[in-house]
């Protein structure tokens, strides 16, 4: 059984106007469809380890099939189904709702109809036309401190010091640092596999982090991480002030959890 399946983008034009066909479709909209029909499937893979994606373009009006793994559009198909369900993109990657959003703008600019789902499963997926209405919350940040993997690419610079980071998790991330930070490094870490903690903001809704929120916290040795108790007592110690301040703890927590209106 072949381990590959295809994500298929169905767009129609609904009025005389608005015909659609591989021929009449606009350069832009060919480069925008492929990309946020690209978003729709990395989100469940890590960047560094992302999977080919192959694309054939069919008639009728005009269907873009997007294969790579069956897992990945499977899940992809049954997230669309949820988002088709409740018509919320609340919860979803901050790139999946953009794409969800895209494809909302072009239906109603161009009063196209677009299916987006598992090629073959015709009622399942996400339909969309000119009337429908998606709904997101806003982003509530919080500040965390996790420890990340990677090897240092570059750092140093004189106006913006910081550091590039290549890991699993961000593909390259740029850490912001001090000047006074890096002058206090007690080795040369330029081509090194290393272990940093940062403070980084992350959307709670998500739990999606701001790469470009990233800031130096301190460099560790890999043994450092091991001792996990003395990782969390760490993490309590940052939070206790913050958390002395909230007067109703439960109610707090509640709300941020989405168990309170």
Not at 39 to 42: R, S, W
Not at 132 to 140: E, G, L, M, R
Not at 144 to 152: F, K, Q
């Given at each position: 059984?072949?381990?590959?399946?295809?994500l298929e983008?169905h767009?129609e034009?609904l009025?005389?106007e608005?015909?659609?066909?591989?021929s009449s479709?606009?350069i832009?909209d060919?480069?925008?469809?492929?990309k946020?029909?690209r978003?729709?499937?990395?989100s469940f893979q890590i960047r560094e380890?992302r999977?080919?994606?192959t694309?054939d373009v069919?008639?009728?009006s005009?269907?873009?099939?997007?294969t790579?793994l069956?897992g990945?559009?499977?899940?992809a198909?049954?997230?669309?189904s949820?988002v088709n369900?409740?018509?919320?993109?609340?919860?979803?990657?901050?790139k999946?709702q953009g794409?969800?959003?895209?494809f909302q703008?072009?239906?109603r600019k161009?009063?196209?109809?677009i299916?987006?789902?598992?090629?073959?499963a015709?009622?399942?997926?996400l339909k969309?036309?000119?009337y429908?209405?998606?709904?997101?919350?806003?982003?509530?940040w919080?500040e965390?401190?996790?420890?990340?993997?990677?090897?240092?690419e570059?750092?140093?610079?004189?106006?913006?010091?910081?550091?590039?980071?290549?890991?699993?998790?961000f593909?390259?991330?740029?850490i912001?640092a001090s000047?006074?930070a890096?002058s206090?490094?007690?080795?040369?870490?330029?081509y090194?596999?290393?272990?940093i903690?940062v403070?980084?903001?992350q959307?709670?809704?998500?739990?999606?982090?701001d790469?470009?929120?990233a800031e130096?916290?301190?460099?560790?040795?890999h043994?450092s991480?091991?001792?996990?108790?003395?990782?969390?007592?760490t993490?309590?110690?940052?939070?206790?002030?913050a958390?002395?301040k909230?007067s109703?703890?439960e109610?707090?927590l509640?709300?941020i959890?989405?168990?309170?209106?």
């Open positions: 059984m072949s381990n590959l399946d295809a983008i767009i034009g009025g005389t608005s015909k659609v066909s591989k479709f606009d832009e060919w480069i925008d469809t492929l946020y029909g978003d729709l499937l990395t380890k999977q080919p994606i694309v069919q008639e009728g005009i269907k873009f099939l997007l790579t069956v990945t559009v499977i899940q198909n049954a997230l669309l949820h369900e409740r018509m919320d993109l609340s919860g979803l990657p901050r999946q794409a969800i959003q895209y703008k072009l239906a161009s009063n196209y109809r299916s987006i789902g598992r090629s073959g015709k009622n399942e997926g969309i036309d000119r429908s209405s998606f709904t997101a919350s806003s982003i509530v919080a965390v401190s996790p420890i990340i993997d990677g090897i240092v570059n750092i140093g610079g004189s106006k913006s010091p910081n550091i590039h980071l290549r890991t699993k998790e593909g390259q991330l740029i912001k000047k006074e890096l206090e490094l007690d080795q040369n870490y330029l090194k596999k290393v272990r903690e403070n980084i903001r959307d709670i809704s998500t739990g999606e982090f790469p470009k929120s130096l916290v301190r460099f560790l040795s043994e991480h091991n001792s996990f108790e003395e990782y969390l007592d993490l309590i110690e940052k939070a206790t002030p958390l002395s909230i109703n703890k109610e707090w509640s709300q959890r989405g168990y309170v209106d």
